[in-house]
C-alpha cells in the first residue's frame, strides 16, 4: 500500500475520529479507504462535496431572497442594496 499525508483542521480530525468511533472503523485508513470505495461505486456523491456548503437554493425571488435577509434584521442596507443587485444580475434567480 502506498500512504498519502492530508491536512485536516482539528475540528476535522475530531469528526473523523468520532465517525471512526461510531462506525467501527479500526482507524483513520480505514475510514478513508470506505470513503474512496464510496466514490468510486458512486461517482455522482462527490458533486455534493464540490458544492457544499454552496447549495443551489430552491428560491429564485430576488424579492424574496432579499426579503428574508431584511427580517433578520442583521444586514445594513447597503448590504442589502448589493445582495439585491447582485442577485438581479444573476442569471438564476427572477426579479
Do not use: W
Not at 482539528?10 to 461510531?22: E, F, T, W, Y
Not at 467501527?24 to 461517482?43: H, I, K, Q, Y
Not at 435577509?69 to 442596507?77: A, H, I, L, Q, V
Request: hydrophobic share 40%; no cysteine; charged share 20%.
Amino acid at each position: 500500500m502506498n500512504t498519502l499525508s492530508i491536512s485536516v483542521t482539528k475540528a476535522q480530525v475530531g469528526v473523523i475520529d468520532k465517525l471512526i468511533s461510531l462506525h467501527g472503523f479500526a482507524n483513520r485508513s480505514e475510514f478513508f479507504r470506505a470513503l474512496l470505495r464510496l466514490v468510486a461505486m458512486e461517482p455522482a456523491i462527490i458533486n455534493s462535496a464540490i458544492a457544499f456548503p454552496f447549495v443551489t437554493p430552491d428560491e429564485k425571488s430576488t424579492a424574496k431572497v432579499v426579503e428574508s435577509f431584511r427580517n433578520t434584521k442583521t444586514y445594513s442596507p447597503e448590504f442589502l442594496q448589493d445582495l439585491e443587485e447582485g442577485l438581479n444580475e444573476s442569471g438564476y434567480f427572477t426579479k
